[in-house]
Nanobody
């Protein structure tokens, strides 16, 4: 079983930055593909970014490409989401997810484990 705990959410003005962290435990971190998803009020959960086991491959939703950066530190069992140039439309609960498969997934149904989420609110 993998446990995931997100942190770093909060309130920020449009144009600002935040860095989310997700600490993993329960399994060797370097065996996990990691992803970030978000869910805004009244909307479905959507893919934001994903990263492969060794950090060599990253994937982004078009809506965040060029503004968000996913990274990981396998020595610290942590994945990060650096968010810049934030917009009110980025307001959502952000979830960290972990996957055990060979390929890096970009859909939520493929992920095996989920964190509890952290709220990000961007004011205009």
């Amino acid at each position: 079983q993998v446990q995931l705990v997100e942190s770093g959410g909060g309130l920020v003005q449009a144009g600002g930055s935040l860095r989310l962290s997700c600490a993993a435990s329960g399994r060797t971190f370097s065996t996990l593909n990691m992803g970030w998803f978000r869910q805004a009020p009244g909307k479905e959960r959507e893919f934001v970014a994903a990263i492969s086991r060794n950090g060599g491959s990253t994937y982004y939703a078009d809506s965040v490409k060029g503004r968000f950066t996913i990274s990981r530190d396998n020595a610290k069992n942590t994945v990060y989401l650096q968010m810049s140039s934030l917009k009110p439309g980025d307001t959502a609960v952000y979830y960290c997810a972990a996957d055990l498969s060979i390929m890096v997934p970009t859909t939520q149904r493929e992920y095996d484990y989920w964190g509890q989420g952290t709220q990000v609110t961007v004011s205009s």
